[in-house]
Protein backbone atom coordinates (compact mmCIF):
# COMPACT_ATOMS: atom_id res chain seq x y z
CA UNK A 1 0.00 0.00 0.00
CA UNK A 2 0.94 3.84 -0.43
CA UNK A 3 1.76 6.57 1.97
CA UNK A 4 2.35 9.34 0.92
CA UNK A 5 0.98 12.82 3.33
CA UNK A 6 2.40 15.70 5.28
CA UNK A 7 2.81 15.66 8.46
CA UNK A 8 3.91 19.27 11.02
CA UNK A 9 4.44 19.80 14.54
CA UNK A 10 4.19 23.11 16.16
CA UNK A 11 4.49 24.57 19.58
CA UNK A 12 2.63 27.75 19.11
CA UNK A 13 3.14 29.44 22.19
CA UNK A 14 0.28 29.68 24.99
CA UNK A 15 -1.23 33.20 25.52
CA UNK A 16 -0.97 32.44 29.29
CA UNK A 17 3.01 32.21 28.95
CA UNK A 18 3.61 35.56 27.07
CA UNK A 19 4.55 38.51 29.12
CA UNK A 20 5.83 41.22 27.26
CA UNK A 21 9.37 41.51 29.29
CA UNK A 22 10.07 38.14 27.56
CA UNK A 23 9.74 39.20 24.66
CA UNK A 24 11.42 42.81 24.12
CA UNK A 25 11.98 42.49 20.50
CA UNK A 26 8.26 41.66 19.57
CA UNK A 27 5.57 44.73 19.03
CA UNK A 28 3.11 44.42 21.87
CA UNK A 29 0.45 44.43 19.30
CA UNK A 30 1.87 41.19 18.04
CA UNK A 31 1.72 39.43 21.29
CA UNK A 32 -2.08 40.11 21.64
CA UNK A 33 -3.63 36.80 21.86
CA UNK A 34 -5.85 38.03 18.69
CA UNK A 35 -3.24 39.01 16.90
CA UNK A 36 -1.46 35.96 16.90
CA UNK A 37 -4.40 33.67 16.35
CA UNK A 38 -4.74 35.04 13.14
CA UNK A 39 -1.04 34.88 12.33
CA UNK A 40 -0.97 31.33 13.98
CA UNK A 41 -3.56 29.91 11.37
CA UNK A 42 -2.36 31.80 8.15
CA UNK A 43 0.62 30.17 9.28
CA UNK A 44 -0.30 26.72 9.87
CA UNK A 45 -2.38 26.59 6.55
CA UNK A 46 1.19 27.63 4.62
CA UNK A 47 2.18 24.56 5.59
CA UNK A 48 0.09 22.41 3.81
CA UNK A 49 -0.42 19.36 5.91
CA UNK A 50 -2.56 16.64 6.20
CA UNK A 51 -1.80 16.31 9.70
CA UNK A 52 -0.84 19.48 12.12
CA UNK A 53 0.12 18.47 15.74
CA UNK A 54 0.37 21.59 18.05
CA UNK A 55 1.61 21.95 21.15
CA UNK A 56 0.98 24.67 24.00
CA UNK A 57 -2.81 24.71 22.40
CA UNK A 58 -5.68 26.63 24.98
CA UNK A 59 -9.37 25.97 24.47
CA UNK A 60 -9.10 29.82 23.22
CA UNK A 61 -6.54 29.51 20.30
CA UNK A 62 -8.02 25.77 19.40
CA UNK A 63 -10.77 27.54 18.73
CA UNK A 64 -9.91 30.56 16.73
CA UNK A 65 -7.87 27.82 14.49
CA UNK A 66 -10.53 25.55 14.09
CA UNK A 67 -12.55 29.04 12.93
CA UNK A 68 -9.72 29.14 9.72
CA UNK A 69 -9.13 25.58 9.26
CA UNK A 70 -12.07 23.59 8.92
CA UNK A 71 -13.76 25.59 6.47
CA UNK A 72 -10.53 23.88 4.70
CA UNK A 73 -11.28 20.57 5.46
CA UNK A 74 -9.36 20.27 8.71
CA UNK A 75 -10.89 18.11 11.84
CA UNK A 76 -9.36 18.85 14.61
CA UNK A 77 -8.90 17.57 18.93
CA UNK A 78 -7.77 18.75 21.63
CA UNK A 79 -6.43 17.40 25.08
CA UNK A 80 -5.95 19.65 27.99
CA UNK A 81 -3.05 18.69 30.48
CA UNK A 82 -4.05 18.26 34.28
CA UNK A 83 -3.30 19.94 37.75
CA UNK A 84 -4.93 23.47 36.31
CA UNK A 85 -2.40 24.15 33.47
CA UNK A 86 -4.05 26.15 30.84
CA UNK A 87 -2.78 24.43 27.54
CA UNK A 88 -2.28 21.26 26.22
CA UNK A 89 -1.72 19.23 22.68
CA UNK A 90 -3.80 19.53 19.66
CA UNK A 91 -3.90 17.72 16.70
CA UNK A 92 -5.50 18.86 13.12
CA UNK A 93 -5.46 16.83 9.99
CA UNK A 94 -7.74 16.33 6.70
CA UNK A 95 -7.60 12.89 6.33
CA UNK A 96 -11.18 10.80 5.38
CA UNK A 97 -10.62 7.86 8.00
CA UNK A 98 -9.96 8.48 11.05
CA UNK A 99 -10.69 5.69 13.45
CA UNK A 100 -10.39 7.85 16.76
CA UNK A 101 -8.26 9.18 19.09
CA UNK A 102 -6.72 8.45 22.93
CA UNK A 103 -5.04 10.86 25.47
CA UNK A 104 -2.19 9.30 27.58
CA UNK A 105 -1.54 10.95 30.81
CA UNK A 106 1.82 10.37 32.02
CA UNK A 107 2.25 9.19 35.44
CA UNK A 108 5.38 11.07 36.44
CA UNK A 109 5.27 13.30 39.42
CA UNK A 110 5.99 17.31 40.50
CA UNK A 111 8.21 18.13 43.39
CA UNK A 112 4.85 17.99 45.86
CA UNK A 113 3.87 14.34 44.78
CA UNK A 114 1.25 15.31 42.21
CA UNK A 115 1.19 13.57 38.63
CA UNK A 116 2.23 16.28 36.40
CA UNK A 117 -0.55 16.34 34.07
CA UNK A 118 1.44 16.06 30.59
CA UNK A 119 -0.07 13.98 28.10
CA UNK A 120 0.62 12.53 24.72
CA UNK A 121 -2.50 12.65 22.76
CA UNK A 122 -2.68 9.54 19.89
CA UNK A 123 -4.62 10.00 16.99
CA UNK A 124 -5.18 7.30 14.60
CA UNK A 125 -5.42 7.14 11.37
CA UNK A 126 -6.26 4.45 8.28
CA UNK A 127 -3.71 5.73 5.27
CA UNK A 128 -3.32 3.97 2.28
CA UNK A 129 -4.97 0.52 4.43
CA UNK A 130 -1.87 0.97 7.04
CA UNK A 131 -2.47 1.58 9.94
CA UNK A 132 -0.84 5.27 11.49
CA UNK A 133 -0.72 5.96 14.82
CA UNK A 134 0.50 10.18 15.39
CA UNK A 135 1.56 10.91 18.45
CA UNK A 136 1.57 14.84 19.65
CA UNK A 137 3.06 15.86 22.99
CA UNK A 138 4.86 18.45 24.80
CA UNK A 139 7.75 16.82 27.05
CA UNK A 140 8.27 18.12 30.72
CA UNK A 141 11.51 20.64 30.44
CA UNK A 142 14.19 19.60 33.42
CA UNK A 143 17.18 20.54 34.50
CA UNK A 144 19.90 19.17 32.15
CA UNK A 145 22.24 18.49 35.29
CA UNK A 146 19.84 16.20 37.12
CA UNK A 147 20.53 12.26 36.41
CA UNK A 148 19.13 10.66 33.60
CA UNK A 149 16.99 8.41 35.81
CA UNK A 150 15.39 11.07 37.34
CA UNK A 151 14.59 13.45 34.24
CA UNK A 152 11.40 14.22 34.42
CA UNK A 153 11.63 14.81 30.50
CA UNK A 154 13.30 11.31 30.38
CA UNK A 155 10.06 9.83 32.46
CA UNK A 156 7.97 11.04 29.97
CA UNK A 157 9.51 9.37 26.51
CA UNK A 158 10.14 6.49 28.31
CA UNK A 159 6.67 5.81 29.42
CA UNK A 160 5.63 6.71 26.07
CA UNK A 161 7.93 4.75 24.29
CA UNK A 162 7.07 1.38 27.06
CA UNK A 163 3.57 1.89 26.70
CA UNK A 164 2.44 2.91 23.52
CA UNK A 165 5.00 2.24 20.70
CA UNK A 166 6.07 -1.23 22.27
CA UNK A 167 2.63 -2.04 22.81
CA UNK A 168 1.71 -1.49 19.34
CA UNK A 169 4.99 -2.02 17.21
CA UNK A 170 2.54 -3.42 14.14
CA UNK A 171 1.27 0.46 13.68
CA UNK A 172 3.44 3.01 11.54
CA UNK A 173 4.03 5.27 14.02
CA UNK A 174 5.07 9.12 13.88
CA UNK A 175 5.74 11.03 17.55
CA UNK A 176 6.57 14.31 17.14
CA UNK A 177 6.34 17.67 19.70
CA UNK A 178 8.21 19.98 22.06
CA UNK A 179 10.95 17.74 23.37
CA UNK A 180 12.89 20.16 25.62
CA UNK A 181 16.04 17.83 24.96
CA UNK A 182 18.51 18.78 22.10
CA UNK A 183 19.68 16.20 19.08
CA UNK A 184 22.30 13.38 21.02
CA UNK A 185 20.67 13.71 23.98
CA UNK A 186 19.59 10.83 26.29
CA UNK A 187 15.69 11.79 25.74
CA UNK A 188 16.63 11.89 21.92
CA UNK A 189 18.64 8.75 21.56
CA UNK A 190 15.71 6.89 23.62
CA UNK A 191 13.36 7.22 20.66
CA UNK A 192 16.07 5.79 18.25
CA UNK A 193 17.09 2.94 20.32
CA UNK A 194 12.93 2.39 20.16
CA UNK A 195 13.36 2.13 16.67
CA UNK A 196 12.50 5.17 15.68
CA UNK A 197 13.88 7.62 12.78
CA UNK A 198 14.32 11.42 13.28
CA UNK A 199 13.03 13.33 10.02
CA UNK A 200 15.74 15.72 10.37
CA UNK A 201 18.59 14.08 10.81
CA UNK A 202 21.80 15.13 9.67
CA UNK A 203 19.71 18.25 8.97
CA UNK A 204 18.72 19.71 12.34
CA UNK A 205 18.51 23.93 12.74
CA UNK A 206 17.07 25.75 15.79
CA UNK A 207 13.74 25.53 16.00
CA UNK A 208 13.15 28.00 18.74
CA UNK A 209 14.44 31.53 20.42
CA UNK A 210 14.55 31.68 24.28
CA UNK A 211 16.61 34.09 25.73
CA UNK A 212 18.23 34.55 22.82
CA UNK A 213 19.35 31.47 22.97
CA UNK A 214 18.96 29.55 19.81
CA UNK A 215 18.44 25.62 19.75
CA UNK A 216 16.78 22.79 18.18
CA UNK A 217 14.47 20.98 20.99
CA UNK A 218 11.47 20.24 18.17
CA UNK A 219 10.72 16.91 16.82
CA UNK A 220 9.44 14.58 13.70
CA UNK A 221 10.01 10.65 14.89
CA UNK A 222 8.56 7.98 12.38
CA UNK A 223 8.61 4.30 11.68
CA UNK A 224 11.70 3.17 9.56
CA UNK A 225 9.14 1.57 6.88
CA UNK A 226 8.03 5.45 5.91
CA UNK A 227 10.89 7.39 4.62
CA UNK A 228 10.80 11.04 5.07
CA UNK A 229 11.46 14.33 3.47
CA UNK A 230 11.86 16.89 5.85
CA UNK A 231 10.79 20.57 4.87
CA UNK A 232 14.05 22.98 5.23
CA UNK A 233 13.80 25.65 8.53
CA UNK A 234 13.91 29.65 7.91
CA UNK A 235 17.06 30.82 9.32
CA UNK A 236 17.29 31.26 13.02
CA UNK A 237 20.23 32.85 15.04
CA UNK A 238 19.89 34.58 18.48
CA UNK A 239 19.23 37.82 16.74
CA UNK A 240 15.65 36.53 15.37
CA UNK A 241 12.64 38.53 17.14
CA UNK A 242 10.37 36.06 18.01
CA UNK A 243 7.00 35.97 17.76
CA UNK A 244 7.13 37.87 14.49
CA UNK A 245 4.29 39.09 12.06
CA UNK A 246 6.05 35.80 10.03
CA UNK A 247 6.91 33.74 13.08
CA UNK A 248 4.14 34.11 15.53
CA UNK A 249 5.29 32.12 18.13
CA UNK A 250 8.88 31.70 19.92
CA UNK A 251 8.72 27.99 18.06
CA UNK A 252 9.55 27.48 14.21
CA UNK A 253 7.03 24.62 13.02
CA UNK A 254 8.85 21.71 11.46
CA UNK A 255 7.43 19.56 8.74
CA UNK A 256 8.06 16.40 6.23
CA UNK A 257 6.69 14.57 3.57
CA UNK A 258 6.12 10.73 5.04
CA UNK A 259 6.30 8.30 2.32
CA UNK A 260 6.02 4.07 2.01
Known amino acids: MTVDLRIASYNILADAYVKPEWFPHTPADLLRPRSR ?55 FHRLERSPGHRVHYFSDRLEDGRISGHLALVVDFDVGGERLRVACTHLRWDRPDRPVEQHQGMQQATELIDA ?17 ARPGEPLVQAFEAAGLLDAYTGRHQPT ?32 TPMPSEQEPSDHLPISARLLR
Not at 41 to 51: E, Q, W, Y
Not at 168 to 176: I, K, Q
Not at 210 to 238: E, Q, T
Open 37 to 91: HALLARRIVGLDADIVCLQEVEPDSFAALHETLAPRGYVGVMAQKQQGRPDGCAV
Open 164 to 180: LLRKDPEALWVVCGDFN
Open 208 to 239: CNVNGAPKAIDFLFHSSALRARPDRLPALDAR
